[in-house]
C-alpha cells in the first residue's frame, strides 16, 4: 500500500510539533518500506500555484493513504483541490489530531462535507483528545482513536539512578 505522508518541511514554530512530527515520521519509517512511503512537503507557505501542484501530484502518484502528520496547515484546502481535480479518487485518511484542533473549529465544521463516504481516522494522543473529538463528531461514523505520540528511545529514557 502506497502511503503519502503529509508534513512541512519548514519545522514549526512550536518545539513540541517539531518533536511530535519528527517522532511520527520516525515511527513511519520503521514500520514501512521507503518503496511505499511518499513524503510531501504540506506548509502553510506554499502558494495556491504549489498548492495546486501539490495536489496533482498527489493524483498522479495516487497514494491509497494519505496521512497528515503535522498540525498546520489543516487538511481542508488540500483535500479540497485533489477531490475537485479527481472527484473520483477516494484514498483513506488518517489525521494525527494535536492539541491546537479546537482553534481550527470552522475548518472542522467545513471539511465534513468532504469528508463523507471516505475512510477516515482521527488519532488523537489522549482519552481526553479522543472524548473532545468525539463529541465534535458524533454524529458522523468516523474511526477515532487515542495512540499516544510516539517518542525517540534517544532524548527520553530511564536511568538507574539509586
Same mark, same amino acid.
Given at each position: ?81 485533489? *477531490?475537485?481535480?479527481?472527484?473520483? #479518487?477516494?484514498? =483513506? +485518511?488518517?489525521?494525527? %489530531?494535536? $492539541? ?5 473549529? &470552522? ?29 465534535? *463528531?458524533?454524529?458522523?461514523?468516523? #474511526?477515532?482513536? =487515542? +495512540?499516544?505520540?510516539? %517518542?525517540? $528511545? ?5 536511568? &538507574?539512578?539509586?
Amino acid at each position: 500500500m502506497k502511503i503519502a505522508l503529509l508534513y512541512s518541511y519548514k519545522e514549526s514554530n512550536w518545539f513540541s510539533c517539531t518533536k511530535i512530527v519528527k517522532n511520527l515520521l520516525d515511527s513511519y519509517a520503521l514500520a514501512l518500506s521507503d518503496d511505499d512511503v511518499l513524503k510531501l512537503n504540506f506548509s502553510e507557505s506554499l502558494s495556491p500555484a504549489e498548492s495546486y501542484q501539490l495536489a496533482k501530484e498527489i493524483i498522479k502518484e495516487k497514494p491509497e493513504k494519505l496521512v497528515f502528520l503535522d498540525h498546520l496547515p489543516h487538511p481542508i484546502d488540500i483535500l479540497n483541490l485533489v *477531490f475537485k481535480i479527481d472527484p473520483n #479518487y477516494s484514498p =483513506k +485518511i488518517d489525521i494525527h %489530531v494535536f $492539541g491546537d484542533f479546537t482553534l481550527m473549529f &470552522n475548518k472542522w465544521m467545513a471539511i465534513d462535507n468532504l469528508l463523507i463516504g471516505k475512510e477516515v481516522k482521527f488519532y488523537c494522543a489522549s482519552d481526553a483528545q479522543v472524548e473532545l473529538v468525539s463529541k465534535f *463528531f458524533e454524529d458522523e461514523n468516523y #474511526y477515532i482513536k =487515542k +495512540i499516544p505520540f510516539p %517518542v525517540s $528511545g534517544k532524548e527520553f529514557f530511564v536511568t &538507574n539512578n539509586s
